[in-house]
């Protein structure tokens, strides 16, 4: 991971409100391609327009410049993807509600942990699937936290906090393993009710499907089914949108209509936080 990802850096910024700006030496000239800008404007284009829009052409339009000056920055496309992931996962670097030592006790520390990873995902529901299906640098690094950097910071604060090697493991597995399969669920879930063309195989105007995305979404709304789901209101309609649902075949389902429509994802992720804390606490005794 680059410098900036290291969960002991500390960086001064300019203090708020000071009224004084710090112009760049490049100020008024096209600042420069690096690999951070590259992957920067690949993130921007993904959050808006789905992974399958993060073409080297797209990218190198949004940013003034010829495609194949883009290579010499990422030398390929899953090199590119490779870096949106890191830029990704870096935001838990400057996420404020984030420690680096578990000055609170363990569990406030994974609490905190856990929610900025959360403040990531849903911040790039988009994009969100390539932190869960690139390949990592090694098979034992598990998504979404896949910073060789925050995972030494989190086994070395597990172990400062007098968790045995065991134990620190299995809270490192547990915690991974209930963000990743939480997570791509509620991201799944706001990445469909917000389709892009680069998400897969959903084509807005109706035409013929393009080719799945690997490593992204494929949804298959057409436009009418985006009609009808704008136009939602009663739990009824938000449950099932198109009435493709018969009440007569699944009573159950249209029973619980106004429980199954609501949004309730930050409150039933609190409360399987809690539930995977108590796991861990009780592996500790």
């Known amino acids: ?76 496309r899953d090199e590119l993807l490779d870096a949106v992931v890191e830029l990704i996962v870096e935001e838990l670097d400057a996420d404020p509600q984030v420690r680096r030592d578990a000055v609170g006790g363990w569990r406030d520390y994974l609490t ?21 299906t690139r390949p990592a640098q090694a098979p034992w690094v598990n998504p979404p936290l896949r910073s060789l950097a925050w995972i030494e910071n989190m086994l070395q604060t597990l172990t400062d906090e007098g968790f045995d090697e065991h134990q620190t493991v299995f809270a490192y597995r547990s915690f991974n393993s209930f963000l990743l399969g939480y997570l ?34 494929t949804p298959t709304r057409t436009a009418e089914d985006e009609e009808d789901i704008a136009e939602a209101e009663t739990p009824g309609e938000l449950l099932d949108p198109q009435g493709d649902i018969d009440p007569a075949q699944y009573p159950a389902i249209h029973r619980f209509a106004h429980q199954l429509a609501q949004d309730r994802y930050r409150e039933e992720f609190e409360r399987a936080l809690e539930d995977m804390l108590d796991r861990i606490a009780a592996h500790l005794r």
């Open 184 to 217: 791509l669920m509620e991201t799944g879930a706001r990445t469909l009710r917000d389709p892009q063309p680069g998400d897969g195989s959903y084509s807005p105007d109706g035409s013929a499907d393009p080719a799945p995305v690997p490593g992204g979404l």
């Open 1 to 76: 991971m680059p410098p900036s990802s290291r969960p002991g850096d500390h960086r001064s910024a300019p203090a708020e409100g000071s009224g004084r700006s710090q112009p760049s030496p490049r100020a008024g000239r096209k600042a420069r391609l690096s690999r951070e800008r590259v992957a920067r404007a690949a993130l921007e284009l993904i959050d808006q327009e789905g992974v399958g829009a993060a073409s080297m052409r797209a990218i190198a339009s949004r940013l003034g410049v010829e495609a194949m000056s883009l290579y010499k920055h990422v030398a390929t």
């Open 112 to 132: 905190r942990l856990a929610h900025g990873v959360r403040r990531y995902a849903t911040a790039h529901p988009h994009a969100f699937p390539l932190v869960a």
